[in-house]
């Protein structure tokens, strides 16, 4: 069954029906479903769906002309293959298509490119002299980003400013990857998620009706399954020096978020070259920088600031347990490894998901307008500003600290502070307190409001002050997890 994808299917479906021709450039890392969401949108509709190989150029023209020509065209009486990519794209006009848009999609684009460096000129010039105003719909999907975003959609490149549509998929948020899951609980849903992320390759290797321990000892962890080697696999497609790779990411998952802490944990003493690794990965979209939510554009384009996190949660997972244990593994000591290091970490580690499922659930809130205002901009904050302390004169005092979700509204005149607990205990009343101390000296000047986001719900005190405080608002588990559960 195919699940989630409703904003991209849309997308594509939209860019079909408009009355004019199409070239969508539709890429995204490796596994992240591209494939699988085109033959879901080519469904139903008259198409050809080309799957390039990592082959010479005279091989892959081949096999485009067979499949091609397998089509009622006019060059199958005359041919059996085509002469060059000219006269091959040239033929899509005589798809015999009717009224319907002439579809065709290339699949894995960049290694088409490869074999024959010419064929975006070729593109090009079809494009603009027929394919652009006939009932065509050209789409290009690609993995390496790297290609895409430096090559193809650059100025330089022939096919500069042709493209109608531009897509970047990402992974699924966590609503989509929860409806794998169908079963589990509200609790389990979002530890699994913290396992697998998004992507639906991993979690379509997860068998729903085994518990989130059995599938991580059997899918995860056990020699030979797909998760145990795709860290690898993806790493040696898409890098080289691996062990350097390996290193760098295992300091990330390990909670060393700056610069010259992961350059020290690595052991890559030269910190502008941790810098271009961790660039790379972050094109590869397994790490990102992030800034607290306030920060401005000249503080983002310095190197040194920011903290860097792995934004792939299936790779944090790898890296904290099944990297750092690989020979337990390769032995064989499944049981072992999840009972004594996995099991007893696990619910911490999916405290930091919990955060990002805590974000998506108020992205969802403002779309529905079940905010008290519209943020124009929410993350995580971090700086300084006061905290309890009982010891100072007024009970504050200024310290380093963050904030786990904060939203601003327009000209800053509005905030949502919100925190995160994901505990086997209830939100109790002093941390409530604790959260509604920062930021103090803004209050004279901007409305308020306080979010509190609570895996195992909110002790009394907390019920009986939302109850008086309309600025308070309480989510329990159920009710994030089960935002959505109409859709």
Known sequence: ???????????????????????????????????????????GKPHIFFSCTQSTDRVQLAKFSKQLLREDIPAKQYITEFADWEKAFRAILDLP????????????FPYMCKGNKSIPSILQNLWDTVFKDSKVMIILCGSAMSFIEKELLAEKNPLYGRATGI?????????????????????DKVIVYAVLGGIPH???QFNPELSVAENIKRNILTKGSVLYSEVEFLLHQELRETPIYNSIIEAVALGNTRLNDISQKSLVEDTS????????????????????????????????????????????????FGFANLS?????????????????????????????????????LQKKNALPFRYTK????????????KSAENGLRAAETEIDLLAIGAGSKEYLVGECKFKGRPFDYSEYL???AKLTPLKEKAKFYYALFSESGFDEKIKAEAAAVKELYLYDLKAIVNLNSDM
């Open 273 to 320: 070259k941790t810098s271009v690794y961790l660039r790379n990965l972050i094109e590869l979209g397994i790490v990102e920088r992030e800034f607290s939510v306030d920060v401005g554009t000249k503080e983002k384009a310095n190197t040194n600031r920011g903290a860097y996190r792995l934004t792939d949660n299936f790779f944090r997972f790898w890296y904290a």
């Open 97 to 108: 298509y009717g009224e319907k848009k002439k579809l065709i999609v290339i699949d894995e």
């Open 378 to 389: 929410m993350g995580r904050w971090t700086g300084k500003t006061t905290v309890r302390d």
């Open 202 to 204: 991993y979690l379509n």
């Open 328 to 364: 337990q593994l390769e032995d064989g000591d499944i049981e072992g490894v999840y009972e004594y290091l996995i099991e007893p970490a696990l619910h911490e580690f999916t405290s930091l998901t919990f955060e990002d499922v805590c974000k998506e659930f108020v992205r969802e």
């Open 167 to 187: 897509y970047k998929m990402k992974e699924m948020g966590f609503y989509d990857a929860a409806r794998f899951f169908p079963n589990y609980s509200e609790k």
């Open 1 to 43: 069954m195919f699940i989630g994808r409703e904003t991209e299917l849309r997308f594509l479906q939209d860019k079909y029906e408009e009355n004019k021709g199409q070239l969508i450039v539709l890429y995204g890392r490796r596994r992240v479903g591209k494939t699988e969401t085109l033959r879901e949108f080519c469904k």
């Open 434 to 436: 604790d959260t509604a």
